[in-house]
DNA sequence: GAGTTTGAAACT
DNA sequence: CAGTTTCAAACTC
């Protein structure tokens, strides 16, 4: 599909080269050389950092940390190994090699210079919110450039004109970022970890144009072709060192496309976990040409759909926890399934959503975003539950996976060793051994499960041998919430753990040794009969993967809603029915998942303490100050968000599902939001998902006004002002949604822009280089 | 650890 | 949609 592109791209380079943005090139390799050293660890670290959390604004810590993780442990390993120098030397650039990061820009140039400047710019003109919004912008026309062949050309225009305008400014800046995306793009992630712990911490705002940076870098280095045999070497030799070691080298050894085996990296290092864990699962049953080839169709979906490779961005960031978690199931089943209709929802949405899955899967092979993202589409997040909350951890975890697998490996025994199959459950197990390394950054609570649903996912081999089981099932009693679900055990005797009264199968994870389940099917062998079944399950209740609990973040968060607040903003997707335990005890679903009973709850004798039914908040956990609040979101909030609520889990159960991973990936744009900011997230996921339900089950319900609408606004979301939270508002909520999200301050409401420009994305491909050209 | 209670899931 | 059965978690002892 996309290698036409590759070709035209080579040409456009080559005419770069000759190009004033060559010459430009060659004036930031002087300025490099000076700031070399120090700078450009700082400044690959913002760079780095700032990639992800362009997409994921709202996260931006969230996912700070995550890529943080990731790069840190890339970083110790593969930093030193790979040096700038070894990038020049691969790349041999042109130009003089004064710094490893020109080198990059030869290989890249034309594509990074335009990161660099545009990020430039944007980084100093506006703080981090709007480099969030730039850096979207910019990413996604970068993107498009890379993965559009035709778009390449373009780009390079772009480029020449971004250089061009660039050069007014310090090439000092320049100097940064180019570096900053060079080393993004050549030694890959290795760099920013280390930069980006601190940078990135400390510098929010530099990270959101580093971030935009980064993915620029990362799209450049897809697009050059050239690049690709340079590169190629480079993975070489960034094998050794780097933990990516199994992708790179597969990458290397393969004769892959140049172009494709870019993407492959990319995703790698940009933490294209579905990739991993799909490899590793199809690995299984393939043999490592198969995984290969694999990486090479992942990688050519990616290249082909420049849009969906934004979306891949993006999902990673925020989706790459569920994605991962899915991976095993949702890609068998996604991919086989064929929900075309879901998809509906804008093509940006899509198109993640296919980039995850299609990544994962060979299955949905480069054929194409359209295929792929159907495939996604059935698959309803299996660990949504936890996801919603797990956010975090997802990144995180993904991070680390994509960065570190080996790395971190070392705590398990010789992945190496592993078979296909077992590296790709090595690929989740790192998560968990990450856990245990760094307990601390991941915290049991949410990243818990996380890990947990990746520990099972990655199967009982890996379970046995990391001592994170026990771990877990301490995790797991820990966790009081819902969103522990994942990490829960089942004790399965006649349904095999086929079914929903399983936790372990209802939360999307396989079950693992501390399950003291009998005949289970629910392991990775029996990949195919969990797979069906799941389908079978979802055909009948398409939200029956979806997370149970919504919480208040998640579902209506604008409200003024502290994140803080009670769960009883929260509810329960279908509400309880509870009769003798007052909903005071686990036997209530809402109360066992933190939320308050809401209306469609039709439980007797609610006791809740999170929140009654009729709306009155019980004395304890909530009741606060906040209570009005609360009785104001029991009032209000059941009204419109529960509303919302019921009709997304009753009507559109779909919507409810905000959390579910393919949901989160499918509505993408929103992910970013959410990823970090809890309120931004919850809404953002919320309306994401309900957009992507809404496409899904549109056959089912009625289809509420709201979700039509939120599709729509997604999809034609203009651009800056009318940010998600306007989309929100079509909701029966839609006030509190669209103010909340707008006022959520000035970071909010640039991020519903950005994020509708996230969406809009589809209209991106119109901005590709060919509109710069033509400009 | 065994038995009971409970309510969701599944079935009709 | 309602009623019943099945199931496994939550709970109690």
């Known amino acids: 599909m996309d290698t036409p592109d590759r070709s035209k791209i080579n040409n456009p380079l080559s005419q770069f080269e000759d190009s004033p943005v060559f010459n430009y090139i060659s004036n930031l390799s002087p300025i490099e050389p000076v700031k070399s050293v120090h700078i450009t660890q700082t400044f690959n670290s913002l760079s780095f950092s700032s990639p992800p959390s362009v997409f994921t604004s709202p996260h931006v810590n969230c996912h700070r940390e995550s890529r943080f993780l990731r790069r840190h442990n890339l970083l110790d390993a593969s930093k030193p190994k790979v040096s700038s120098e070894d990038i020049n030397n691969v790349y041999s650039c042109e130009k003089t090699p004064a710094d490893s990061t020109q080198p990059c820009h030869e290989s890249s140039e034309p594509q990074e210079n335009t990161n660099p400047n545009i990020s430039t710019r944007d980084a100093s003109i506006e703080p981090c919110n709007e480099n969030l919004n730039i850096s979207i912008e910019l990413p996604q026309g970068l993107k498009y450039n890379l993965a559009s062949p035709g778009y390449d050309p373009v780009l390079s225009a772009d480029e020449a004109d971004s250089l061009l305008e660039l050069p007014g400014k310090p090439g000092s800046d320049v100097a940064y970022i180019p570096e900053g995306s060079e080393k ?315 079914k929903l009264y399983c936790e372990c199968f209802a939360a999307g994870v396989y079950c693992i040794e501390p399950c003291s389940c009998r005949d289970c099917f629910n392991k990775p062998i029996h990949v195919d009969t969990v797979l069906q079944t799941r389908q079978q399950i979802e055909s009948r209740n398409p939200l029956a993967f979806a997370p149970k609990v919504i919480r208040s973040s998640d579902s209506v968060p604008e409200i003024g809603d502290d994140p803080n607040k009670t769960p009883a903003s929260a509810r329960h997707k279908r509400g309880c029915n509870c009769k003798k335990s ?77 959390t579910t991973p393919l949901r989160i990936s499918r509505s993408l744009l929103p992910l970013p939001f959410s990823s970090k900011g809890k309120p931004p997230r919850s809404f953002v996921t919320t309306i994401s998902s309900s957009g992507l339900f809404v496409s899904q089950k549109l056959g089912k319900s009625s289809a509420p006004r709201s979700q039509p609408k939120f599709e729509k606004p997604l999809q034609t979301v203009p651009d800056d002002d009318s940010p998600v939270t306007c989309i929100k508002t079509s909701s029966p909520n839609g006030k509190r949604i669209s103010s909340p999200n707008c006022d959520v301050g000035s970071s909010p409401t640039r991020r519903g822009g950005r994020k509708l420009i996230l969406q809009s994305i589809p209209s991106f491909p119109s901005l590709t280089p060919h509109n710069l050209r033509s400009d």
Request: aromatic letters at 2%.
């Open 582 to 658: 007052s909903c005071l005890k686990k036997y209530c679903e809402c109360y066992q998942g933190g939320v308050g009973c809401s209306i469609s709850c039709r439980c007797e004798g609610c006791k809740n303490t999170y929140g009654r039914k009729d709306g009155s908040v019980p004395s304890g956990i909530e009741a606060k100050p906040e209570e009005e609040t609360e009785v104001c979101e029991k009032g209000v909030m059941e009204n419109a968000s529960q509303k919302i609520e019921a009709h997304n889990t009753e009507d559109h159960p779909e919507h409810a599902l905000p």
């Open 184 to 498: 993004d793009s050549i030694e890959g992630e290795m760099h920013r970890p280390g930069l980006c712990h601190n940078e990135e911490k400390i510098e929010g705002p530099d990270c959101g144009v580093d971030d935009l940076i980064t993915e620029a870098s990362e799209l450049l280095m897809f697009s050059p072709p050239n690049v690709t045999d340079s590169f190629k070497d480079i993975n070489k030799q960034l094998n050794p060192s780097t933990q990516l070691t199994n992708y790179r080298t597969l990458l290397p050894q393969s004769d892959i496309n140049d172009g494709q085996q870019m993407h492959s990296v990319n995703a790698i290092a940009s933490g294209s976990e579905h990739e991993i864990e799909n490899h590793s699962s199809e690995s299984a049953a393939a043999t490592d040409t198969g995984q290969r080839q694999d990486n090479h169709d992942n990688v050519a979906l990616v290249a082909s759909n420049p849009n969906e490779k934004m979306d891949d961005k993006l999902v990673y960031v925020t989706h790459r926890g569920i994605r991962r978690r899915c991976l095993d199931f949702e890609m068998a089943s996604v991919q086989r399934k064929s929900i075309d209709g879901k998809l509906n929802t804008n093509s940006s949405t899509k198109k993640s959503d296919e980039m995850n899955v299609g990544k994962g899967k060979q299955l949905l092979p480069t054929k194409h975003s359209g295929d792929s993202r159907k495939c996604v589409l059935p698959g309803i997040g299996l660990h949504l539950n936890a996801l919603a909350t797990l956010n975090d951890c997802k990144n995180i975890k993904i991070e680390k996976l994509l960065s570190g697998r080996q790395p971190n490996m070392p705590s398990s025994s010789s992945s190496s060793q592993l078979s296909a199959s077992q590296e790709h459950q090595l690929s989740l197990l790192p998560a968990s051994v990450e856990k245990d390394l760094e307990p601390s950054e991941n915290e049991v609570q949410p990243g818990e499960d996380c890990t947990e649903s990746l520990v099972h996912m990655a199967g009982e081999d890996f379970q046995q041998n990391s001592p994170k089981k026990k771990r877990q099932v301490q995790l797991r009693k820990l966790e009081p919430d819902g969103e522990g679900e994942s990490c829960k055990r089942c004790n399965c005797k006649k349904s095999k753990c086929l």
